[in-house]
């Protein structure tokens, strides 16, 4: 996730163009660039690291005349952050330059079709493919080679674009990635969100897929896919500056739980192709597949808990032995490994110390190291031997939601490829669960649509002293995300056990009142479930029952409380019954009144042992 913004009008653009950058480095922040249009020409500054080195080099803007501009921060996905990879990309001949958010899907086919006509590429982005070919196709009429590009390109970008040719000028064309023109008197804009422009003009029109924009001073011109002139509604934003920053809510934290169908899909999507899973950027081969002979699964926190649901779904797809680990306790323990064994390793911001130390002890001990990480050009993903990227964009709330949600979506892809490679599951039932993983962003927005029934229960318990959370199989891997997540940002006591643990010990702590949340997805196990529930309430707990929408009716005469969740196969049961219960955890936080995006005594990042 990246952000945009451009500019065109009588004042000058740089300083214009780091202002709306400040707004957007939610966005994104390992590098950040601007591309004015002066006497000169094209003029592109840009510079890894926090925009305030940009703004250094700048002088705050002073230093970079011009009145057109484009600006942009980035979060990479394709090429580590570094000058040559920040944006904006300028085309070889200086023609063009561009901004980009989003994800070019087939760029390298396109990168490899222009170096065989001789068209030189100085970075590893994708964004660069795009800059290439509207010069390769520019004759003379900017719109027609944006058309001739995105009849091309596969995959979702914004794209902002100004042209040495065209001084007076701004064009902008979306699909599936957020794009806004905002309008005003003598000045008008371009940017990802509204936060960007907001100082500016609160009057704006939201472009529709393939749509072409047209800035001048004057006011801007629209056209559809086939260079038609279209009229656009003009809308008027009622936000303050502030709730902007956050689209409108309260909290990031609440902003990136609503965010999770739309990351899922662009951490799956790319990666199914005519309902198989492709992993172009793993190197593993089938042969090298072929020699595991066993993995494990090692990483911290949330992270540590998708290493838990992993263990099951690995374990069922290719029958093989898995192990899941603590990183801060892996090395310690001296484990064993050997060339045969894969170490998968996960951290959201790939420079997690305690994992960290765990790839370098298993590459020291000769395994084979894949890394999932949400960080390009982490530490975590420079040294292992293969690396899979989440494409979640940044979190900003300390408490993590859909870096859980597509470091999940992540392990599915790499069980079901290995599955693939492997021949451990018949056809039809692959073809299944490939199917169902791309039905998963779906059915994770019909999780979030009942937010109303949520709230109205966490408004009843927001003040416990003690919530249990119980489940079996994956469903006890769910509880201890769930659990961690509530006692993160409520600092409620929290506990999550299996239901089959209960009554050797955990069952002591109930008493009257009690709150215990019992994850029941998993339906083969649903009377086991149902009988650890009557446990609790024979003791005097109060019982909220997760399930699946099949077993509604069986959950309401056993439950005080019940929510339903969509059924999927039950490796994937995790990534539906979480998102109610990070919603409860919100909740509750919210009515206590805490620090929900930054909790006390907790870091985004932890880098330190």
């Not at 993903?381 to 990227?389: F, G, P, R, T, W």
Request: hydrophobic content about 40%; charged content about 25%; some cysteine.
């Amino acid at each position: 996730m990246c952000g945009i913004v451009g500019y065109i009008g009588d004042s000058q653009a740089a300083p214009v163009l780091l202002e709306g950058l400040t707004k957007l480095e939610y966005r994104g922040y390992d590098s950040a660039g601007v591309a004015v249009h002066n006497e000169s020409g094209l003029h592109v500054v840009k510079a890894k690291g926090r925009l305030s080195v940009l703004e250094g080099i700048l002088d705050g803007g002073g230093k970079l005349p011009g009145t057109v501009g484009i600006g942009h921060t980035r979060w990479a996905t394709h090429g580590a952050p570094s000058d040559v990879n920040s944006h904006p990309q300028a085309s070889g001949g200086g023609l063009f330059a561009v901004v980009h958010n989003g994800i070019i899907e087939n760029y390298m086919q396109l990168k490899e079709h222009l170096i065989r006509r001789g068209v030189e590429f100085v970075s590893d982005t994708d964004t660069e493919v795009v800059a290439q070919m509207l010069e390769h196709y520019y004759r003379g009429d900017v719109p027609e080679a944006i058309r001739q590009v995105t009849e091309r390109v596969q995959g979702s970008y914004a794209l902002g674009i100004i042209c040495a040719d065209c001084p007076d000028k701004v064009f902008a064309v979306r699909k599936d990635s957020p794009l806004i023109v905002g309008l005003s008197d003598g000045q008008n804009f371009i940017a990802s969100d509204v936060t960007a422009i907001l100082a500016h003009t609160r009057r704006m029109v939201r472009l529709k897929d393939r749509e072409i924009a047209v800035l001048t001073r004057e006011g801007a011109e629209f056209f559809d896919r086939e260079l038609e002139p279209v009229e656009k509604p003009v809308e008027t934003v009622e936000w303050d500056i502030t709730a902007a920053e956050k689209g409108g809510y309260e909290h990031f934290m609440m902003k990136e739980i609503c965010e999770q169908p739309e990351a899922l899909s662009k951490t799956i999507s790319p990666r199914i192709q005519a309902g198989r899973v492709v992993l172009d950027d793993l190197k593993l081969t089938k042969a090298d597949i072929e020699n595991i002979s066993r993995i494990f699964i090692v990483a911290c926190g949330t992270s540590y808990h998708v290493g838990a649901v992993a263990k099951y779904a690995f374990e069922k797809l290719l029958r093989m032995p898995i192990e899941t680990d603590v990183a801060s306790e892996f090395r310690y323990r001296e484990p064993i490994l050997d060339e045969r064994t894969l170490v998968i390793i996960i951290s959201q911001s790939g420079e997690t110390a305690d994992t960290l130390a765990a790839l370098r002890e298993a590459k020291r001990q000769g395994a084979r190291t894949l890394a999932i990480v949400n960080v390009v050009g982490s530490t975590i993903a420079s040294e292992a031997d293969d690396v899979l990227y989440t494409w979640a964009g940044p979190e900003i709330a300390v408490a993590s939601t859909k870096a859980y949600s597509t470091q999940l979506a992540v392990i599915y892809l790499i069980a079901l490829h290995m599955a693939q490679e492997l021949g451990t599951l018949p056809e039809g039932e692959l073809a299944e669960f490939v199917g169902a993983l791309e039905r998963l962003p779906e059915l994770a927005g019909r999780c979030l649509e009942d937010r109303e029934t949520i709230q109205h229960f966490a408004s009843r318990h927001f003040n416990a002293k003690d919530i249990y959370f119980i489940g079996r199989n994956v469903d006890y891997a769910a509880s201890l995300e769930a659990s961690l997540k509530l006692k993160e940002i409520s600092y409620i006591h929290s506990e999550a056990y299996t239901g089959g643990e209960l009554k050797h010990g955990p069952i002591s702590l109930i008493e009257e009142g009690t709150l215990v949340v019992a994850i029941c997805t998993c339906g083969r196990l649903f009377g086991k479930m149902a009988a650890n529930i009557r446990e609790v309430k024979a003791r005097g707990a109060v019982v909220l029952g997760l399930c699946t929408e099949e077993f509604a009716q069986e959950m309401k005469g056993v439950a005080d409380w019940q929510f339903c969740v969509p059924k999927v196969p039950d490796f994937m049961l995790p990534s539906m019954s979480i998102l109610p219960l990070q919603l409860f955890a919100y909740y509750v936080a919210s009515m206590k009144g805490c620090d929900i995006d930054k909790p006390r005594n907790l870091a985004k990042s932890v880098t330190v042992e």
